[in-house]
């Protein structure tokens, strides 16, 4: 066996429309570098130098989102919220593809909608909701689990859109967080899947309206979920395999 | 094929410690037939001519849980709060047992540390508490689970003791219910769990205390609960098997 | 409480493409009624006066499977091999939004590489596959399931197409049989998901050039998970709902 | 937040019972220095410098496993077989309750019918066994999970003691390998458990009539359990907790 090598950073992608925050002066005073640069902020902040995180945004070429920057992604966290249908199709099949062949995916708040999260789910997606500036306290239900790790209990959010069940996803494989509000609502507002070769993460804390991505827990928990969908190595998307009788026998043998 | 029977009635029996309703005279009143007497009562009022109800309590000998009595029990509900320790380990096994062989167990509020449910857990199955008279809200997060048939959402219960997380179980094999209190906390109070040939249903409402046993949305659940628990048969519980290779080619062939 | 009704018998639709066996003199005797005509034959001898099975097919005016014929299926059955690609786009919207709304869905064999099981589950539902007239084995692994209530542990598969891991699927949230074949595959033969409403059973053994669809112990698999994946009730398909602050403390209630 | 540090060495016990070994001469041969020693030696093989690894096994003063040696584990691994029962209750329940305040445990081969394995699992753990030299294949089912990293698909174990199912055991939270033997039966070899703050890995390859634990891909599958069981740190054991309303209000907050 060789040494180990010290691993290669991550290569993370911050997506989110980027939009808001160029309208609507509020958000932008709120997220000067947009929501996107205030994610990225937080993922450097927690996993420094193990990680080499950039962005992209929904109005560049190909929504910032090509072949090149895929291929030299491992972790992607998308937030949308009010252009879900502007997202090419052809660009979201792309994506699924590589969260398939072993990309790490990490869906924000109201991304729970876009167009990538739900053909990953094959359902509807939707939830119960209002925006009524309550708390929001998200309580840790998996105590072992490396997403949760350094997490109070509870994170306390002084101010956020409320989501509510039913969420219309399917169950989780691993589920980590559930959120009440102050109206009563309860929410699975961290919820682990694996699809393919990799692995996504949904996190609910979120929003143009407040800042919940300058909060230092809500911070460590998007950081911990990069780390966590970090894939091996990204292979290639599964596909239908004609396979000989005895066909293990001589082969060298991969992966699944 | 032989036409289909009508089913046999389910046999049920409706286990409590009995205690509190003999020695406080305010539980008394609110429940004069004991907990477990509400508690079947409501079993009844659902399933009808479908189930045939006894009920069973700690200073009965062997608690009322005699071979003979689990030789004819199909689903066993439980619960329990002063007293886990008076129970028997020998009826603790022998319930164990006949739920791996196949009999349904419902385990009711504080029954979450009683002797059986820990046993069949194997954690401690602890969680936060106070008893301040908060609303609890049970939320459905599994719509199409059978446990859920009917029942609103939320379920809206005025006052009851207040559970939080994080409760120490297994992850459920299957999430029915999230309750959210007044007082912020977040509480898996509706989980399903397949041990052996068994199935067990946690479900938390329910206390002395408050009159929760006679809240008709309560009363749905735990007659779905009971339903959903149902063994096809009780058979054997599951045993270490030397087989021959090819035992199977000639075996008639049997259950798991 | 009002008695219990007898319940109203389980609509079924059994589909299958319905073409090998008009084309293929072979399978036409194997199968002289389709294997849609096997397949819910074995539905109806199982489940008798409790389910009313009609059959629908590729040919068919919108695949046989309008608005009015969903409307009137509680549960549907699924066979596919060859012409995927000719399924309707419209009419796999139709099928899938019904199954959120509550619809049971049996997917069988070769049908996981169809439509609309890869658009519910959100991967590529591909596998390993020779075709070699293996024995296969099926194996219970969670024999207090009711799809696994009185099937032979294994279940003897004389001649089959092997089919083998990786299965590119979402985890199952129940995992009732697992398979092995003559060569030395290994696969995740029976997966039960929910998703919104609704409940999806995939089942592999069966294939046009095996009489497996006349198998004794695979009828009864089949008709149980019929009988398993029947809805309460077919309800609506889950939306996005803008709900006020404690809106259920006035409403009259209603399902998730 | 501070820069990174290099993360301290994960710290393992590997332990077995120890005899088989000094016993039988054939099995001495076998593994010179113990089944314990061949394990170990995987580890360190794989992990290097991220693991310090020692070993215990039965014979030893409270089986090698006092406070003070778990009070310095952070992954722990088990084989036992002929000798489940001399282990002592008390330092059963020693393991149990540091599995739950975050240690890892990896459970090996027959240790499925240990005490620590039962008692955490809370079902009778049994399976189907013969002892035949069958060539078993372990194939991965979860592609994407860090124990299956760089595993080849299948394994091919040329000779082994042949596991079936039923297995009874609550259902993985992860399912990652199923193996098939040359005689038909398939069994769940590859099982990931949370219980509390630890994590728990049941591997089935293994025994003392083969040498499987020199394999180089079991022992790779053996360093990425130990791996991914590695706790962020071992905490305490979860309590009954009484909190007064809003507590989290001003407490400054703190693991679940």
Chains 1, 2, 3, 4 share one sequence.
Not at 90 to 104: D, I, K, N, S
Request: charged share 20%; net charge negative.
């Amino acid at each position: 066996m060789s040494p180990p090598q010290p691993p290669a950073p991550l290569r993370v992608t911050v997506w989110s429309e980027g939009r808001h925050e160029r309208r609507d002066p509020e958000i932008a005073q709120r997220y000067p570098r947009g929501m996107h640069g205030a994610i990225a902020e937080g993922v450097t902040e927690h996993l420094g130098e193990r990680a080499r995180v950039r962005t992209a945004t929904l109005d560049e070429p190909e929504h910032g989102l090509t072949e090149a920057v895929l291929a030299e992604t491992d972790v992607l966290t998308w937030w949308g919220q009010a252009a879900h249908k502007e997202v090419a199709d052809e660009v979201v099949t792309r994506v699924q593809r590589r969260v398939l062949a072993g990309m790490g995916l990490i869906v924000l708040h109201s991304g729970h909608w876009s167009k990538i999260f739900t053909r990953l789910m094959g359902t509807t997606c939707t939830l119960r909701w209002r925006n009524a500036a309550e708390r929001e306290l998200v309580w840790t239900v998996a105590p072992g689990h490396p997403i949760a790790a350094g997490v109070t209990h509870p994170i306390v959010i002084e101010e956020q859109e409320t989501y509510g069940e039913f969420f219309d996803i399917p169950t989780p494989e691993e589920l980590v967080f559930v959120s009440s509000f102050a109206g009563g609502e309860v929410f699975r507002s961290g919820c682990a899947f694996r699809r393919g070769n990799g692995r996504i993460f949904y996190f609910s804390p979120g929003d143009q309206d407040y800042p919940v991505y300058h909060h230092p827990q809500v911070r460590r928990v998007i950081a911990n979920a990069v780390a966590w969908a970090a894939p091996e190595r990204v292979g290639a998307v599964p596909r239908l395999t004609h396979s000989a009788a005895g066909w293990f026998e001589t082969a060298a043998g991969g992966p699944a």
